[in-house]
């Protein structure tokens, strides 16, 4: 029944552009913290942002930062990612996660812990490339 679907995904030159977006199904948003991980062959997953489920705060990891907008719109029950800038080394599989938890959203958001709780959509591509 809990569901999350990502979508936006597709082919981007390098410098260009991309919104990805993460749809809820089965919860309603507003209580959970959202993530976006990525993950390409041979390399774990890792964290790109976060946005916690109290007041709104954004979390974003050092290679994404001032490149990546994390966003939510409670009312469409999606969590946003818009990427500017986008460098070969963004290429991945972008999955969106959600938990609800204080320690959870602790560990995901802040930690960027690829924890067990982590409810996780199906991914959607990301391949930078010119």
């Known amino acids: 029944q809990v569901q999350l679907m990502e979508s936006g995904g597709g082919l981007v030159q390098p410098g260009g552009s991309l919104r990805l977006s993460c749809a809820a199904s089965?919860?309603?948003?507003?209580?959970?913290?959202i993530a976006w991980f990525r993950q390409t062959p041979g390399k774990e997953r890792e964290g790109v942002s976060c946005?916690?489920?109290?007041?709104?705060?954004?979390f974003y990891s050092e290679s994404v930062t001032g490149r990546v907008t994390i966003s939510r719109d409670n009312a469409k029950n999606t969590v946003y990612l818009q990427m500017n800038s986008l460098k070969p080394e963004d290429t991945g599989v972008y999955y969106c996660?959600?938990?609800?938890?204080?320690?959870?959203?602790?560990?995901?958001?802040?930690?960027?812990?690829?924890?067990?709780?982590?409810?996780w959509g199906k991914g959607t591509p990301v391949p930078v490339s010119s």
């Open positions: 946005i916690n489920n109290n007041n709104g705060q954004t």
């Open positions: 089965g919860f309603t948003l507003d209580y959970y913290a």
């Open positions: 996660g959600a938990v609800h938890d204080a320690k959870s959203v602790q560990a995901m958001c802040v930690r960027f812990r690829n924890i067990e709780k982590i409810k």
